[in-house]
Nanobody
Framework: QVQLVESGGGLVQPGGSLRLSCTASGSSFSRRAMAWYRQTPGNQRALVARITNSRATAYADSAKGRFTISRDNAKNTVYLQMNSLKPEDTAIYYC???????????????????WGQGIQVTVSS
């Protein structure tokens, strides 16, 4: 079992920046694909960014050019740097992890196997 703990959320003004962190318990972190999703009321959870164990990344169109996902395997942590934030980025952000044995075709077509509890990000003046 993997436990994921998010931190770094909060209130920020439009145009500002935040960095979310997600620290994973357990072993095999370096072998896992990791991702950030977000959810707003009445909507499904949607992918924001994903990073594989080889550090290949993928982004939602809304995140391209503004958000950067990265990982530090020595700290079992994945980050989401969010710049030029907009009010429409307001959401609960969730960290997700896949099992270490998942192959790329599964990772790109399924939701993560494990989820964090979520953290609120509010962009407002």
């Amino acid at each position: 079992q993997v436990q994921l703990v998010e931190s770094g959320g909060g209130l920020v003004q439009p145009g500002g920046s935040l960095r979310l962190s997600c620290t994973a318990s357990g072993s095999s972190f370096s072998r896992r694909a990791m991702a950030w999703y977000r959810q707003t009321p009445g909507n499904q959870r949607a992918l924001v960014a994903r990073i594989t164990n080889s550090r290949a990344t993928a982004y939602a169109d809304s995140a391209k050019g503004r958000f950067t996902i990265s990982r530090d395997n020595a700290k079992n942590t994945v980050y989401l740097q969010m710049n030029s934030l907009k009010p429409e980025d307001t959401a609960i952000y969730y960290c997700g992890a896949w099992m270490a044995t998942r192959i790329l075709s599964v990772i790109t077509s399924t939701s993560p196997d494990y989820w964090g509890q979520g953290i609120q990000v509010t962009v407002s003046s």
